[in-house]
């Protein structure tokens, strides 16, 4: 096959801004990378023609996650004011090709971007070669999503895995959440697993500990944490996320076998990297009864590539023109 030529755009668009940057065809290696506020701009498509001429691009394909749900021609923002048609988008753009894609699937994308030795290894053996790989990542939510290798080609498998039950193995991890069954009518892993969810596990360990049962932010639970003189509720809320993790991550190896790694995104688990390591995480990840010896041969990767999701949008299109990942 011919080595693709030129540039895309690709872009990461979450709530609050926009991240727009070139994708080389032939490598993958992004240049350009400018941010835009979603407050400040009126709509998507005029951003994308301001990035134009502000960086003199020259491009007929782009691909862009979106922190939002997908269906259909017409997209509506979740935690953004911009709306739009994606076939209009792209008529007026004069493009080729343009994608849309969920803002995890890029993340999961961008592990055929990135090199291993440029993450964070917790344990485990090497990847097994075109194997299926599980990504999760916790940050404002709880994404989950699978990649598996066919015909050629890197599918990644979208889910709402983050909204599936929470499973705990001891009686002081379940009395958390039984605190929190009074909160929700669900417990879901996101309910633990996420921003939102150490405050949440913070809250219910005060109470079980009868404590003042504080309002926080999650900033609030890790600074806690790892205070000079720690706070116990939140460093057992920060224990307990370490080792849900794991478990959580140990039962997405299982649901697909992933032999080509379990990667953590997020923005939370980096921030904390030496702890976590350290922790309980690998032992609940590999705690699973006659499966303990499949589960130690399966490495963990932690993404801290603060452009993931441009790289895994590069991926993506690249992908879609004929490049092999």
């Known amino acids: 096959m011919e080595q693709l030529k030129g540039v895309a755009l690709v872009g990461d668009v979450g709530g609050t801004n926009a991240r727009l940057a070139l994708v080389n065809l032939a490598d993958g290696t992004l240049s350009n990378t400018k941010v835009y506020s979603s407050v400040d701009n009126d709509s998507l498509e005029k951003v994308i023609i301001k990035y134009r001429e502000e960086t003199g691009a020259v491009f007929d394909s782009a691909c862009i996650a979106i922190a939002t749900m997908l ?34 699937t890029a993340m999961s994308m961008s592990v055929t971007a990135i090199k291993t030795e440029d993450m964070v290894q917790i344990g485990g053996e090497e990847i097994v070669e075109n194997a299926p790989k599980a990504i999760y990542g916790a940050g404002t939510g709880l994404g989950v999503g699978y990649l598996i290798y066919a015909e050629g080609k890197w599918i990644p498998l979208p889910t709402e895995g983050g909204h599936v ?31 939102q969810g150490l405050v949440n596990t913070y809250q219910a360990i005060a109470e079980l500990n009868g404590h003042e049962i504080r309002d926080v932010v999650p900033a609030d639970v890790t600074g806690g944490a790892f205070a000079e003189d720690p706070d116990p509720d939140c460093k057992e ?51 699973k009864g006659r499966f303990n010896n ?32």
């Open 294 to 325: 499949a589960l130690n041969k399966i490495p963990v990767y932690v993404i801290s590539q603060g452009d993931a999701g441009l790289l895994g949008a590069g991926a993506y299109v690249r992908q879609e023109l004929g490049a092999k990942l």
């Open 165 to 195: 039950d929470i499973a705990v193995q001891s009686d002081r991890d379940d009395s958390v959440l039984k605190v929190l069954r009074k909160k929700f009518d669900h417990v879901s892993g996101e309910r633990l697993l996420s921003g």
């Open 237 to 287: 809320t920060v224990d307990l996320f370490c080792k849900l993790m794991g478990s959580f991550g140990g039962n997405l190896a299982l649901n697909i076998l992933a032999k080509g790694g379990v990667y953590i995104a997020g923005g939370i688990v980096p921030r904390f990297i030496d702890y976590f390591k350290k922790s309980e995480f690998r032992k609940e990840f590999e705690s």
């Open 71 to 104: 269906n259909g021609d017409h997209v509506k923002m979740t935690n953004n004011p911009w709306e739009f048609s994606i076939s209009e988008m792209k008529k007026n753009l004069n493009l080729e090709k343009l994608i849309f894609i969920n803002d995890f």
